[in-house]
């Protein structure tokens, strides 16, 4: 089975302070940045690094994958 990055992205996120908001659609979450006062969104069904890098940054983190 292959392994997303949900599991080390919520990590990082939670680690710089960032917070679940809610659901979204589908396989998706609602986190807020404190870093950049903004919300965005986890696909919990991530499996490219490319995404999680894009999630990274929305959320003002310097963490790459």
Known sequence: MVKGFYAQMTQALKA???????????DHEIWYS????????VDRG?????????VMKQAGLDRRF
């Open 16 to 26: 710089a302070g960032c917070t679940f908001r809610r659901e979204g659609k589908g």
């Open 46 to 54: 991530s499996l490219s690094r490319h995404t999680a890098n894009a």
């Open 34 to 41: 404190p870093l950049t006062d903004r919300t965005f969104t």
